[in-house]
């Protein structure tokens, strides 16, 4: 399922809700769109909370902790992430005009918060010389099973080059996944596949991706593409890995030949 979420406004766009909006994501996945001087407080008494800043400078306060975080640019700069178990109260003094990405899920396992640096984060580019460097991205993962097996969620964040493809080769995985789009440029655009079907992902939109369904994506010459990943484990059964699609895996041979070049 596609969304375009179009401007974002003051105050708090919602994405998915488990209740009813896109509930088989099985998170609540939203953006607060703050001015500078604004304060948000957060608080969930059966949910866990992950506050990703995607751009502005705030200040974030929790559990007598206080920490003052900048992030410029979504596709230049790593990734700052706030994760909280349920009842811990977070409070966001916007410093800037900025944007938050909240994701939350039922969570009623007790561990410590803890914010994740530019440095704690995973930074990996994919695709670097193979298939002539077409599916070439930088992939960050803030924390998933191997570092927060606590966690019911995984999130990270992918920077998908002009004209390359990502989430490649196809692959897909039981657990229910969100990717939320940015772009360089607000006229930018990009295609993505969710098993069969096919959409013109714009700056502000997003797509569900049910379990079982492979959802590779591509990117408009030109233009860079930004996409916020976020899975919900099952359970007993955590996201670890990606399946790839049975037809695709010769792409993952070592001396896989393309056309010219076969």
Not at 156 to 163: A, F, K, Q, T
Not at 187 to 215: K, W
Request: charged residues 25%.
């Amino acid at each position: 399922m596609y969304e375009k979420l179009g401007e974002l406004t003051n105050g708090y766009t919602e994405i998915t809700n488990v209740d009813n909006k896109h509930s088989d994501m099985k998170q609540d996945i939203g953006i607060y769109k703050l001015q500078a001087g604004m304060e948000e407080n957060l608080k969930d008494s059966a949910q866990e909370s992950a506050i990703l800043l995607l751009e502005g400078v705030v200040r974030l306060e929790w559990d007598g902790t206080s920490r003052e975080i900048r992030r410029d640019s979504v596709f230049d700069e790593d990734p700052w992430c706030l994760h909280v178990p349920r009842g811990i109260e977070v409070r966001i003094t916007a410093l800037t005009d900025c944007e938050v990405l909240v994701q939350k899920t039922d969570n009623d396992k007790s561990f410590d918060a803890k914010l994740y640096t530019p440095e704690d984060c995973s930074s990996t580019v994919a695709g670097e010389g193979v298939w002539n460097g077409t599916a070439e991205r930088v992939i960050r993962t803030i924390f998933d099973y191997n570092n927060a097996p606590y966690s019911n969620l995984v999130i990270g964040e992918v920077i998908s080059y002009p004209g390359r493809w990502s989430s490649y080769p196809p692959h897909y995985h039981d657990q229910p996944e969100v990717y939320y789009y940015r772009f360089d440029k607000p006229q930018g655009f990009g295609c993505a596949m969710v098993g069969p079907d096919s959409y013109r992902v714009e700056h502000n939109s997003f797509i569900t991706i049910p379990g079982d369904l492979d959802h590779p994506q591509a990117t408009a010459p030109g233009y860079a593409m930004y996409f916020c990943w976020m899975i919900r484990h099952l359970n007993n059964n955590p996201w670890t890995d990606r399946i790839m699609e049975e037809e695709h895996k010769w792409l993952l041979e070592s001396d896989a030949k393309i056309w010219p070049d076969k």
